[in-house]
Each structure stands twice: as structure tokens, then as C-alpha cells.
């Protein structure tokens, strides 16, 4: 069973930066795509930004490029999401996700794909 734990969340004003970290428990890492969706009061699951296994193919919302940036670390089995310009609609829980690569065809954005989810970190920004 993998298992995916995210950290770093928490309380941060207005133009300021956060860094969440996803470590995933299994010796495939390198295996699997992870990516981070977000859940905010009273709304639904939003796509973040996603790393391939091969952590050259990278995608990111709209609202996210420019700002975002997601990296993995195959030594730590950890994928990192730095977020910066933080603004006050970016308030959510945050979800970092796995799905297994090879054999697969993945659009990287569709929550359906991912097969594995972590507890998710919460992220507040006050205005």
C-alpha cells in the first residue's frame, strides 16, 4: 500500500510563500506521477499542478502558473509544491496524489487518475 503524508501547511498573509511537501512510502517512486489538488470551503476538488515520473513533464493550473512551482526528489520519495504571491482565494486543503505511470496514458489533471491520495495540508491566507 503506498502512502502519501503532506506537511508544511498553515497561516501565511497575503503576497507571502509556502513550500508543501509530499512524501511518499514506496520503493516505486519513481514509478509514479504526483499531483496536488486543493479543496476549499464549500468547493469542489481543483487540479493544482502535477510531476510525471519522469519529472520533466510538468502541468499547472492557470490560476497557479507563474507563481507555482513543483519539483520531486527521487532520493527523499518527496515531491515539494512552493507557492508564491499567496492570495486569500488560495485558502484550501491541500492534497497531494500518486498514479502509477508505466502502461498508462495520464492527462495529469483529472483527479480520477490518481490512485492513491494523501490526508491533505491545510493552507490559510489572510488578507
Known amino acids: 500500500q503506498v502512502q502519501l503524508v503532506e506537511s508544511g501547511g498553515g497561516l501565511v498573509q497575503a503576497g507571502e510563500s509556502l513550500v508543501l511537501s509530499c512524501t511518499v512510502s514506496t520503493s516505486t517512486f519513481s514509478a509514479y506521477t504526483v499531483g496536488w489538488f486543493r479543496q476549499g470551503p464549500g468547493k469542489e476538488r481543483e487540479f493544482v499542478a502535477t510531476?510525471?515520473?519522469?519529472?520533466?513533464?510538468?502541468l499547472y493550473a492557470d490560476s497557479m502558473k507563474g507563481r507555482t512551482t513543483v519539483s520531486r526528489d527521487t532520493r527523499k520519495s518527496t515531491v515539494y509544491l512552493r507557492m508564491n504571491s499567496l492570495r486569500p482565494e488560495d485558502t484550501a486543503r491541500y492534497y497531494c496524489?500518486?498514479?502509477?505511470?508505466?502502461?498508462?496514458?495520464?492527462?495529469?489533471?483529472?483527479?480520477?487518475?490518481?490512485?492513491?491520495w494523501g490526508q491533505g495540508t491545510p493552507v490559510t491566507v489572510s488578507s
Open positions: 496524489a500518486a498514479a502509477w505511470q508505466p502502461g498508462r496514458s495520464l492527462s495529469g489533471s483529472d483527479y480520477k487518475e490518481f490512485d492513491y
Open positions: 510531476i510525471a515520473s519522469n519529472g520533466r513533464s510538468i
